[in-house]
């Protein structure tokens, strides 16, 4: 229509800086080479602030479920049982890896667009009446867009037995949420490339303490290529066991650098400043939102069209004619929800163009003025907040 740009505001992949683009297209290296251990060495410590760790953190050459499935079977054997939290497609998946090795699987769903609770959590637990190796949870569901209540979690399971294993998957939310292992009660947290640590898509983290790190190497659970013990022991010597992704290992070290130079601080902020406009302009659109306040991610947004025929004309007419891309629903909300991803290297006037466009859309669709409505609210937030 009227852009030449492209805008992808998808809930992962999103855009890569120029900065980091730059250092991944660094001449090649030999990853068996003082060169590359330089770089993985700078990688792993990068990545302890961002990860709240006291520990180098691991990276997987490997998509963030891969991290999912080796947090996992790092941390249960065969005959363990454990909890697995369900909110979304993402719970889903760590439901669907658990019981492909394991026997002993205890579900716990909760509605897809709200929080666990987290003493109806405990109660499940106490009820089960057997001990419980682990309990795994998302951190920001990100099919639903909801950022769950991990820390009190972490310090109620820790509450009630000191010796289960806490872990998290914060793939779409790590690098903008303010999380520390030690003081949150995590026992391993990993994450993905893609999302608010604003790489491509094809390496995984995983961060841990002490105590994950000592079951690592007792686990018997079978596992090869996502043995951690073997991945630590690599990591140690500033190298991998397995060929890595030398490019992308140089992003995070420019990942690193953008961070640094911002302020982690202030890239947590700035995330939860496009949330809360975002949320103001969708909701001045009249779109109803899915999640609550509370609980609102500061990666992504859910919000809902007022039928599936105005949600197929509003995200097809973003990409046709705006060249804008936003995500639909998953699972059992495909069809009912729209999301918009806010994370990574993106700025509150990023999101003005979308703002802008759902404007016009939605003028031309219900034949009612938008104009000037969301965009002056998103501003709003943005100038309050300044």
């Known amino acids: ?8 505001l998808t809930p992962g992949p999103t855009p890569i800086p120029q900065h980091i683009q730059s250092a991944m297209n660094l001449p090649m290296v030999g990853h068996r080479s003082a060169d590359f251990e330089q770089i993985a060495e700078t990688a792993f410590r990068t990545l302890k602030p961002i990860f709240g760790s006291q520990h180098n953190v691991i990276i997987l050459t490997s998509s963030g479920t891969s991290a999912l499935e080796a947090s996992m079977v790092n941390i249960v054997n065969p005959e363990d049982h454990i909890v697995v939290i369900v909110s979304g497609a993402f719970g889903n998946r760590f439901k669907q890896i658990a019981e492909t090795y394991y026997e002993n699987v205890h579900v716990f769903q909760v509605a897809w667009g709200q929080a666990f609770d987290v003493n109806e959590v405990m109660t499940f637990i106490e009820s089960l009446n057997t001990p419980i190796t682990a309990v795994f949870s998302q951190y920001c569901e990100t099919s639903t867009a909801v950022l769950h209540p991990v820390a009190e979690l972490g310090h109620a399971l820790k509450k009630w037995d000191d010796q289960i294993y806490f872990v ?4 779409s939310c790590i690098g903008a949420v303010d999380v520390n292992l030690e003081r949150d009660d995590i026992d391993v947290l990993v994450s993905g490339s893609q999302k608010a640590l604003m790489l491509p898509p094809g390496i995984a983290f ?11 190497k007792s686990v018997r659970t079978p596992r090869f290529y ?8 690599s990591l140690e010597a500033h190298s991998t066991p397995y060929t890595p992704n030398v490019s992308t290992f140089r992003g995070v070290v420019e990942y690193g650098h953008m961070v640094e130079e911002e302020g982690f601080e202030h890239v ?4 939860y400043l496009i949330r809360d406009a975002v949320r103001t302009a969708l909701q001045r659109l009249d779109l109803d939102l899915l999640v609550d306040d509370t609980y609102a991610s500061p990666t992504v947004t859910a919000f809902i069209p007022k039928d599936e025929a105005e949600l197929k004309h509003i995200k097809n007419t973003l990409k046709s004619q705006f060249n804008i891309t936003i995500a639909g629903g998953q699972g059992k909300l495909k069809g009912h929800i729209l999301r918009v991803g806010h994370m990574g290297f993106i700025s509150p006037f990023d999101l003005l163009p979308f703002v802008a466009a759902l404007e016009v859309i939605l003028t031309q669709y219900r034949q009612q ?9 998103f501003l709003e937030v943005v100038h309050h907040e300044l």
């Not at 995983?206 to 690592?216: K, M, P, Q, S």
């Open 268 to 271: 947590i902020q700035r995330h």
């Open 206 to 216: 995983v961060a841990y303490n002490n105590r994950a790190l000592t079951r690592f």
């Open 168 to 171: 998290v998957d914060g793939v």
């Open 369 to 377: 003025s938008y104009i000037g409505t969301g965009t002056k609210a």
């Open 226 to 233: 996502l043995d951690l013990a073997k991945h630590h022991a």
């Open 1 to 8: 229509m009227y852009t030449h740009h492209s805008l992808l």
